[in-house]
């Protein structure tokens, strides 16, 4: 079974992901982070591929992004670390479709398959694209496409990725890009209110601005769990050591 999928089966709240380029702070660091987030009880992990324009990005991301880059990393690269990382726990890849089209989509699916991935999130290939041009390629390879969502999404929209999605869908807080910590609490309440009420038939997991508890109290009172990116990107930066990082993180979201 799709470790993504198992994990969604058993644990139905509470769920906390975390993100990190493959390739920052260096080369090798991909693996170390991954046993770091796994002993610590992460529930999934999300590996950024690393890419020269990511315009879903805030500074954070896009530092990393450019430093992963400069490390020698790509997909390739990426795939045969996490091919090689010995953790059990769901990966999920994310980043654009312009790297993945260049690798070749068929040969980026099975290669994720074969490494173990479970998932991946492409957030600028849209989900009329991906039913009419890879859902086969994705499914054969036994890989869920995670969609996301924003406060300006409609509710037919909604619905209709909700059909097409076969595990969680990922819902962005606000409409701006990752790490921006600014936005109206009360609107973000009432989107995700909205969301909860409308009894998608896929859970759906918070992500952006997600930085502290309160933040993740937030993304878990109403959704399955939250996404963090930023805040463990700049712990990364700022620790010794992966370990030390995420236990910096998890002291940070109070978990």
Known sequence: MNALTKLLEQ?????????????????????????????????????GMPFSDPLADGPVIQHSSSRAIG????VGTMLEQISGAGVNMPLVLMGYLNPVLQFGVADFCRRAGEAGAAGVILPDLPPEVYASDYKSLFEENGLHHIFLLTPTTSENRIRMIDELSTSFIYAVSASSVTGNKSGDQQEKRAYLERLRDMRLRHPFL?????????????????????????????????????????RALLDKLGV
Do not use: C
Request: proline share 2%; hydrophobic share 45%; glycine share 12%.
């Open 11 to 47: 644990k139905k709240k509470d769920l906390l992901s975390v993100y990190f380029t493959a390739g920052f702070p260096q080369r090798d660091s991909t693996v170390p982070i991954l046993k770091a987030l796994e002993g610590a009880g992460v529930d999934f992990a999300e590996v």
């Open 71 to 74: 490390n020698g990393m790509d």
């Open 206 to 246: 918070v992500g952006f601005g997600i930085q502290d508890h309160a933040s993740l109290s937030l993304a878990q009172a109403y959704g399955a769990g939250g996404i963090v990116g930023t805040a463990f990107i700049r712990a990364l930066e700022e620790k010794d050591s992966e370990e030390l990082a995420v």
